[in-house]
């Protein structure tokens, strides 16, 4: 089973037990040697792979891990994605192992970068630490995804729930975390916006 196969075949039963649409294993987007589904099922319909980017860190340019943005139409405005109350989906697949302590890390400063001026409500904070307390180390090829809905966002690692959060600013504040204005890295952002150049 090669790799794009066995991805698919790990997502599809997540569609299954979620009671939404069933993956169609038809193609798929390559980057960094990860694999992503070109749909992703979500909110009863079937979402459409926006853009796919690679974030890295440090002035070696490790490559930590490779984002797909799913949306029920492809957009560039990230503005209107963020405002619009339909299902997004942010998935990412790990090209570098991450202690627990170093996913940690970039929790906070992705919460301090998009929340340093009270820009996100107090009422987020005690879900936002569980979120962190549930979130694992990883290893490569190991898949965190995010599914964000017009109720907050539900949170799978290797597509296992580990955080269901009825929450719609926490969501907002995350997926803002990829596509607003303080994201990972402009690079990063600009190719989730499906924006190559």
Same mark, same amino acid.
């Given at each position: 089973m090669n790799r794009r196969t066995a991805l698919l075949a790990c997502l599809a039963p997540l569609g299954s037990s979620l009671g939404l649409i069933p993956l169609?294993?038809?193609q798929a987007a390559a980057l960094g040697g990860a694999t992503l589904p070109d749909t992703y099922p979500a909110g009863g319909q079937t979402l459409v792979l926006n853009g796919i980017g690679l974030r890295t860190l440090t002035v070696f340019n490790v490559k930590v891990y490779v984002a797909g943005l799913y949306l029920p139409q492809k957009s560039g405005d990230a503005q209107a994605i963020m405002a619009s109350p339909g299902a997004k989906v *942010?998935?990412?697949?790990?090209?570098?192992?991450a202690s627990k302590s170093q996913?940690?890390?970039q929790y906070r400063e992705g919460e301090s970068k998009n929340c340093g001026n009270g820009e996100c409500a107090p009422a987020d904070k005690g879900d936002f630490e569980r979120l962190i307390a549930a979130t694992p180390?990883?290893?490569v090829g190991d898949t965190l995804t995010y599914v964000f809905s017009a109720r907050?966002?539900?949170v799978l690692f290797n597509n296992?729930?580990?955080?269901?959060f009825a929450n719609p600013d926490l969501g907002l504040r995350l997926l803002a975390?990829? *596509?607003?204005n303080a994201p990972p890295s402009e690079d990063l952002k600009r190719h989730l916006l499906g924006q190559q150049g």
């Open positions: 169609q294993p038809a *942010i998935l990412m697949q790990f090209l570098h192992t996913i940690e890390k180390a990883a290893a907050g966002v539900r296992r729930v580990i955080g269901d975390g990829f *596509i607003g």
